[in-house]
């Protein structure tokens, strides 16, 4: 008996934006999806006499994209949204690590389910959380993370972070809050090997993530790069992110972090890291050289004061650039398609001004971008053929953008549009602007007790 085709969805009558390497558009198209993959994409009508096909959608009135890639993000943060809202980063850090130092399993397991619930509802296929708190004695964090992603239908990468340098050894977490170096590099191998897929259709891979320079000894540093290339998987880690960690690298190292990031093995193609605001032509020089990714965060640097990254001068020199959330504890939203907006308006208060970002570069930002810094552009991030099945519906006729004429210029200057339908690897995440894969309601309640405990544990010292 000859194998039967793979189930076809059909949507149609739709704009499509593909984010090709040609920003190939249509005005109206189709998109065929067969079982995980995208079959074809093209304008007009769908091809006749297509078997097999389980659901034929009409999407006049929408918008269709890749789905949203986010590539930076902290999902215990969930629990702490709300505090030290005027400070800097590293005021804010010293504020916050007393509590973050209490999470336990179940505490991260609704944390995670609230972050990936936010961001799927706003149309983001591939999710990332760089986790880098272990308390001693709470439970399975990596695996409650992951499962909280893969019940959703999220693509998801576990970026494992860690911290080993406390305040005894010149760093800025309390010694509570860190792990040994050798209990971190043995955690971040177990994870690699227990979840990470390397699969073209993979909707679970790890990488290894040391938190940053003032919370992570060198030695770790240059360890975790050994064991990350050793174990074939990507390095991700905080860099360049304000100008007291400018000051704390030339203090410390006698040199900034771009150079301190070279010295330890972490400047390569399958590193990427997050914010990057503070760098000189010759540091974006260095990024590009090496095909160093970066996960630009507007709302969180502007949150957190840290200043305007330089993303036009990093795409003009070829540096890999996508887009991150961040924790919820700097960006409260906890959603990416405002941050296709954010990173267009901060990027115009820079030096270029309103050259430095369009419409179509700030969703390619969002996407294609993002898969290239997660190292899956061959995978996801923009329509074409043969590729993974992750994509958006965005509903661009109704109150919010029926007067905006063309359509990526619709959801990118415009207020956040509903999400109609999202699909990852073939399967619907979001229906109508709701989430069929997660409970909304029970999600914010069962967040809600869980940060209340939090704080409980937290006042009784
Ligand atoms: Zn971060």
Excluded at 121 to 145: E, I, N, W
Excluded at 212 to 236: I, N
Excluded at 241 to 249: G, I
Aim: charged letters at 20%; hydrophobic letters at 45%; aromatic letters at 6%.
């Amino acid at each position: 008996m000859a194998a039967s085709a793979a189930a076809r969805t059909i949507i149609e009558n739709c704009a499509i934006a593909t984010v090709d390497a040609n920003d190939t558009e249509y005005a109206s198209g189709y998109v065929v999806v067969a079982g995980n993959r995208i079959e074809s994409v093209g304008a007009g009508k769908a091809p006749d006499g297509l078997d097999n096909v389980v659901r034929r959608i009409d999407g006049t009135g929408h918008l269709v994209t890749p789905g949203l890639v986010n590539t930076h993000h902290h999902f215990y943060q969930w629990l702490t949204r709300g505090m030290a809202t005027d400070h800097n980063l590293f005021n804010w850090l010293v504020a916050l690590y007393p509590t973050w130092a209490r999470i336990d399993e179940p505490m991260v397991k609704v944390a995670a389910q609230g972050s990936l619930a936010m961001m799927a509802r706003g149309g983001v296929t591939t999710a990332m959380d760089h986790h880098y708190v272990f308390p001693k004695g709470s439970g399975d964090l990596s695996g409650a993370v992951i499962g909280a992603a893969s019940d959703m239908g999220v693509r998801f990468t576990l970026a494992r972070g860690s911290m080993d340098r406390s305040e005894k050894d010149g760093g800025l977490p309390p010694d509570f809050a860190v792990e040994t170096l050798e209990g971190a590099l043995a955690a971040t191998e177990e994870t690699v090997r227990k979840h990470h897929d390397a699969s073209f259709d993979a909707m679970t891979q790890v990488a290894v993530a040391p938190c940053s320079p003032f919370s992570v000894s060198t030695e770790l540093m240059k360890q975790g790069a050994q064991l990350a290339r050793r174990l074939g998987v990507r390095l991700h880690t905080h860099g360049s992110e304000t100008v007291e960690e400018e000051q704390f690298c030339k203090e410390l190292f006698g040199m900034g972090p771009t150079d301190y990031f070279e010295s330890t093995g972490w400047l390569g193609s399958d590193v990427w890291m997050a914010h990057c605001v503070h760098m000189n032509d010759s540091n974006i020089a260095a990024f590009a050289r090496t095909g160093t990714g970066v996960a630009h965060c507007p709302s969180s640097n502007a949150r957190l004061a840290a200043g305007i990254a330089r993303v036009p001068d990093m795409l003009k020199a070829g540096v890999p650039v996508g887009l991150g959330v961040d924790g919820t504890a700097s960006n409260e939203s906890g959603e990416l398609h405002t941050e296709l907006r954010n990173a267009l308006l901060i990027n115009r208060l820079g030096a270029h001004r309103e050259a430095a970002l369009n419409a179509r570069q700030a969703l390619r930002l969002g996407t294609y971008g993002g898969a290239q810094v997660l190292g899956r552009a061959d995978q996801i991030g923009s329509l074409e053929a043969g590729k993974l099945a992750d994509l958006v519906m965005w509903k661009v006729d109704g109150l919010g953008h029926s007067t905006i004429a063309d359509p990526v210029t619709a959801i990118v200057f415009g207020a956040a549009a509903p999400v109609t339908l999202s699909l990852v690897n073939g399967k619907p995440v979001v229906e109508d602007n709701h989430l069929v894969t997660a409970d909304e309601d029970a999600i914010a309640r069962d967040a809600r007790a869980e940060a209340q405990r939090l704080a409980r544990i937290v006042a009784q010292g």
